[in-house]
Structures are given as C-alpha cells and as structure tokens.
C-alpha cells in the first residue's frame, strides 16, 4: 500500500517553463488536496477535489491548474512558472467522512 | 473567516524541559483541532486531535474554547521531539479542509 505518491521530489524550472507535478493515491479517498509550504507562512491551500470530476480553489489558486480525472489523480499544473512559485508542494487525500489527511512526501519546486 | 495563529516560528528548549506550543483559532462554528508534525525529511504526520483526547508521545492537547486555543504540551521534551509543528482547523463544510497555521519549530538542545 503506498499512500500517497508525488513525483517528481525536485524540480528546477526557469521562468516561464510550464510543468506537472504527479500525485496519486491508492487508499480509494474520494478527498485530494494541494498544499504549497513556504517558510514562516505555513501551508497554504492551493486546490482541491472532492471526486472526479470536482475540482475547486483553495487559498492561494493563482498560477495553477488542476484536474481530476480518475479518483486515483490528482495532478497539479503550472504554466507560467515565476519565482514566488518556489515552494515545497505537498499532495494529501483524505476517505469522506474521515478527518485525518493523509500527506505525500512533498515535491520542491524552484524557479530561477 | 477562519484562522489559525502559532505565534512562535522557533523554539528552543533543553531536553528534559517542559515544552508548550501555542495555538489559537478563529471559528464561528464548532472547531475541530489537530496538531500535525514533520520530522526531519519526513512526510507531515498527525500527531493528535482533540476530540480524541489522547497523549501520543508524551504530547498532550487540550481544547478552551474560552481561550480559542488548542497548545500543545509535554512535561518533558527529548531529542527526538524536534521537528515542525503545525496547529490545524477542520472546516467541515465541502471538502474537509484543513486550515494550517504559520508552523512552529521545535528544537530540543541535549
């Protein structure tokens, strides 16, 4: 049982590049989230899905883009890569009903 | 709105020390709280929730709504209890969303 899987765990991108970021859950949870974690700001809520289909913005959506096509997916996208995009991205689904997230490994991203 | 306020980013104690870590929320409905943990390249864990009223590694956490707020402490921090911590809110409306605080770390000196 893997949990939550991200790849990739590092990315350099430059200005402008465009890139997704993998995440997928093997737990059957119909809840996915992304998170951006900066220093001193916490983790902040990017997007969000409540099943396939559904997708919905969180706090901070600006420059990014999801889908969810199966329940197993949840990719985050980046078309216009800027340096305020430089953060660690952190995947997390959750079962309806529950309340514990269960959180992937994180994947640094930095734009130059 | 809903809010969660950790006002220290770092905090340093000796081991064998008491260690206490703040946490205050804002929520206008029944607030649901947890307090995650990341270990040194590790993923974020939860450590323990309030409605569970559990000590999980010596770590406890008690709920005052008085107060809003949901600290999190441990009469004798070691080595090993250093790591990020973070206070969270459940918002139980569409999605299950967590709203995070600022983070917290914790360094325990031997």
């Known amino acids: 049982n893997a949990g939550v899987t991200q790849t990739p765990k590092f990315r350099i991108l430059k200005i402008g590049q465009s890139m997704t970021l993998q995440c997928a859950q093997d737990m059957n949870h119909n809840y996915m989230y992304w998170y951006r974690q900066d220093p001193g700001m916490g983790l902040k809520l990017i997007y969000y899905?409540?099943?396939?289909?559904?997708?919905d913005k969180g706090e901070v959506p600006n420059g990014y883009n999801v889908s969810r096509s199966t329940t197993e997916d949840f990719p985050l996208r980046l078309e216009l890569a800027a340096p305020s995009q430089t953060s660690v991205y952190f995947c997390?689904?959750?079962?309806?009903?529950?309340?514990?997230?269960?959180f992937g490994a994180g994947s640094r991203l930095t734009v130059l | 709105a809903q809010r969660v306020t950790q006002p220290e980013k770092l905090l340093s104690v000796f081991k064998g020390a008491p260690v206490e870590l703040k946490c205050n929320y804002s929520y206008s409905g029944s607030p649901e709280l947890f307090w995650y943990v990341q270990y040194s390249r590790q993923r974020l864990q939860l450590l323990l929730r309030?409605?569970s009223r559990e000590s999980i590694k010596g770590f406890t956490a008690d709920l005052n709504k008085g107060e809003t707020s949901f600290h999190l402490k441990k009469p004798f921090a070691q080595e090993e209890d250093s790591a990020m911590y973070y206070c969270?809110?459940?918002?139980?409306?569409?999605?299950?969303?967590?709203?995070f605080g600022e983070g917290t770390q914790l360094t325990v000196n031997p």
């Open positions: 997390a689904s959750i079962k309806a009903g529950a309340n514990v997230l269960t």
């Open positions: 969270a809110l459940l918002q139980e409306t569409s999605g299950s969303r967590l709203t």
């Open positions: 309030h409605i």
């Open positions: 899905s409540v099943g396939a289909g559904i997708t």
